[in-house]
């Protein structure tokens, strides 16, 4: 058993289903600044999945199960910095990006899409899991400004008046020396 204030305070959370207790998993854990979600299907509260044989709707009720998590963990969809995202079929991309899109809005975090071959419930379509840091304040947050998302989006070759990049300083090897010959002295 892992001792938890070792490294502060971990609460972990549970919403209940059997899946939880029968696989053994906590469906959220917060280990200080972070909030690690557990992959989210399209179940609904009795573990029934919703929208069958229908991406977008399956992919919106993970989503929804996610941020319904995080709610009860004093989060949001808008502190999610990754997601990881499974799905069985990935030829409805349009419908998969159009949900993922909506739910995040203004706030997209880094994201993984992979086709698998099969899910743990055969009904689901997708299952999506999300890391959530909840950290810094808002007032702490970076925000780059226009420039300097134009100039992330089209490279120049013209120097810009961002900040310098740490300069990397390598040591020398020292110099091959020549073995020395035994018996002979000068």
């Given at each position: 058993m ?14 209940g ?5 029968s ?16 992959g989210c299907?399209?179940?609904?509260a ?8 229908q ?15 995080l ?6 969809l ?31 975090p880094?994201s993984?899409?992979?086709?698998i071959?099969?899910l743990?419930?055969?009904?689901a ?20 400004d ?21 300069r990397?300083?390598r ?16």
């Open positions: 892992a001792d938890d204030s070792r490294h502060g305070p971990v609460t972990r959370f549970s919403t289903l059997a899946s939880e207790s696989f053994g998993f906590s469906r959220a854990v917060r280990a200080g600044d972070w909030i690690l979600v557990s299907t399209a179940t609904d009795t573990g029934t999945i919703a929208g069958i044989n991406m977008y709707t399956q992919a919106r009720t993970a989503l929804g199960n996610i941020a319904s998590v709610e009860r963990m004093g989060s949001s808008a502190d999610v910095v990754r997601t990881r995202v499974y799905v069985t079929d990935i030829s409805d991309l349009p419908s998969i990006a159009r949900a993922h899109r909506e739910a995040f809005g203004e706030h997209p880094a993984t899409l992979l086709e071959g099969a743990a419930r055969g009904d379509l997708i299952e999506i899991d999300a890391d959530a840091y909840v950290g810094a304040s808002p007032s702490q947050q970076v925000q780059p226009a420039r300097a998302r134009a100039r992330s989006a089209t490279p120049s070759r013209t120097p810009s008046k961002a900040r310098p990049r740490a990397v300083v040591a020398k090897a020292p110099a091959p020396t020549k073995p020395r010959r035994k018996g002979r002295r000068r």
